[in-house]
């Protein structure tokens, strides 16, 4: 071995400082550095009930009822974009009514906001995923918003929701819907929004910023939360059951394409009610699946999974949500064992 | 003659850097995305999985090269602990280039996401969905990124070892730009 021609103290330093340091620069990439940091183990914790999470569940929207059926493309929603959902043609349909909860069990009467998550599949072998809510509006611009809307409901301090809502001047429109809109005695009755806007890229490759709804075929019939109370913890998921049974329930999915100025990123804000909108086709759901063995248990309804033709547009959510989703699938799937499967299937 | 090579093939050369730069990007490019609920994650998160596949692809080249054309020996100085050091850390390196894109691509399989590559690519399911499969490979895959960068660091500790303290030609049987075998 040829001799060292500097001590090899400096050099052993030398190798010592460069593998430190990389290490500390992977440290802080993975946000060890940064107790600030959002990240989705962060915001998934936020979520948990004071009691903790519903173990094997999604961490949001906990309580659901599964359902399959399919959507029938009209074949307008190709002047939009070129994502084969839209050619004319029926499509499976893979869904999932559910209360915007983190506690499974919780009763229907306590949760004022109800959600649908759907996948869509198409020959082409894409999908379509969408998780779409009843409001009209959601509470926060941002999700650092969304954040601190977490921690303050959580918040012991007398005045937590106050100062939230000082701050967070965007949250009234939601206020408002979540006072003052009578509430459904039906999922079938509900207007699902994505509230969230896309990208849809049509064949010319022009694109439009967009948002959707499903507006459903049923008239809503309104309910206090007391009466619903009345009807029993999980009233809605068997009415839905037997609506379902009796026949099935149709849903109008309806695009709604942005003017320039429009409020993209900020999912708080309404878009002016004269902008175009397109129908594009019908969800019908054809039938309710079991919850805890049906095939929605171990779906992500990540809204970043989209068909080619659609991608996410300056709105921060979908990123955040897929981020926060993909989370909470990793924590539930390794829970399976508090969340099994049983033998008989016959909750619906 | 091969089998006294005294430095690696261009080739073998070319495809060490090239995968250096793309499995520590991707090593960052992992523990970041998981770190963020910014917009910077749905890019990130494509651009791991598109890195994957083009790593699992360079890996199993240069699997095929290595087994043609052989590693240059090691000094006949190196004490046998180290040359046994050395040798392992080499298998455990080409097991987890090629394991590690695998168990990315086999955990979305498990939890039934479309596996798109490349912007337009669709790969195949390469397991049937099961959330007790997804919950394994999620450990394993996560554990093993810890594991990965731990053995990268110590390659270069080694490395720079055999270029700085031993100065053995070791680290210029990879480091050397020339195309020349010498």
């Keep these: 071995m040829p001799q060292p021609r500097r001590p090899a103290l400096g050099s052993l330093a030398l190798i010592a400082i460069v593998v430190g340091a990389s290490a500390a620069v992977f440290a802080y990439t993975a946000g060890w550095f940064s107790p600030e940091r959002l990240t989705p183990t962060r915001l998934v914790d936020a979520l948990a009930p004071p009691a903790g999470p519903s173990l094997g569940h999604r961490r949001n929207h906990a309580k659901g009822i599964c359902f399959t059926g399919e959507f029938d493309a009209n074949g307008a929603g190709s002047e939009l974009s070129k994502a084969q959902v839209f050619a004319p043609g029926q499509y499976p349909v893979l869904g999932r009514f559910n209360l915007a909860t983190a506690d499974a069990n919780a009763p229907d009467a306590t949760v004022r906001v109800h959600g649908l ?8 072998g894409q999908e379509w995923r969408s998780a779409m809510i009843d409001a009209p509006v959601f509470p926060v611009s941002t999700p650092q918003g ?39 005695d039906s999922y079938a009755e509900d207007r699902f929004n994505s509230l969230d806007s896309f ?49 099935p329930q149709r849903w109008t999915m309806v695009v709604t394409i942005s003017s320039p100025g429009d409020p ?38 990540d809204p970043a999974v989209l068909p080619t033709g659609m991608q996410t547009s300056d709105d921060p959510f979908p990123a955040a949500r897929s981020a926060a989703y993909m989370r909470s699938y990793d924590l539930r799937t390794a829970e399976a064992k508090d969340y099994p499967r049983d033998a008989t299937g016959t909750k619906p | ?9 261009p080739l073998q050369r070319l495809l060490h850097w090239l995968m250096a730069v793309c499995i520590l990007a991707m090593l960052f490019i992992g523990v970041g995305m998981v770190s963020t609920v910014t917009p910077k994650f749905l890019p990130l998160v494509s651009i791991h999985k598109s890195l994957g596949i083009a790593i699992l692809v360079l890996a199993l080249i240069r699997l095929g090269v290595r087994l043609l054309y052989g590693a240059p020996p090691l000094p006949v100085d190196l004490p046998e602990p180290m040359k046994l050091a050395a040798h392992l850390s080499h298998y455990a390196l080409y097991a987890l280039m090629i394991g590690m894109p695998l168990i990315g691509w086999a955990m979305l399989s498990a939890a039934a996401y479309p596996v798109v590559v490349f912007g337009r690519i ?56 020339t195309t020349q075998d010498g």
């Design chain 2, 1 to 9: 003659m091969i089998g006294v090579r005294r430095r690696f093939s």
């Design chain 1, 146 to 184: 969304f954040y601190e809307l977490l921690l303050a409901s959580a918040s012991k301090e007398a005045n937590a929701m106050k100062n939230f809502i000082a701050a967070h001047p965007e949250f009234a429109a939601f206020g408002d819907w979540a006072k003052n809109t009578p509430w459904t």
């Design chain 2, 122 to 177: 669709y790969l195949p399911a390469i397991l049937p969905q099961s959330d007790s499969l997804h919950a394994w490979l999620w450990d394993a895959h996560f554990c093993l990124a810890f594991a990965f960068f731990a053995l990268v660091l110590m390659h270069v500790a080694a490395a720079l070892f055999h270029a700085l303290v031993r100065r053995d030609g070791v680290f210029q049987t990879m480091a050397s730009v």
């Design chain 1, 117 to 124: 998550g759907i996948r869509i599949a198409t020959p082409d």
């Design chain 1, 264 to 301: 993209t990123a900020d999912p708080s804000k309404a878009w002016p009610g004269d902008r175009r909108s397109v129908e594009v086709g019908t969800l019908t759901v054809q039938q309710i699946e079991a919850e805890a063995n049906g095939p929605c248990r171990d779906i992500n309804f």
């Design chain 1, 199 to 247: 990208i849809f890229i049509d064949n010319a490759g022009a694109e439009h910023v967009v948002r959707w709804s499903l507006l459903p075929a049923a008239q809503p019939v309104s309910i206090s939360p007391d009466d619903l109370a009345k009807r029993g913890p999980d009233y809605l998921e068997q009415e839905i059951a037997q609506r379902v049974a009796g026949a």
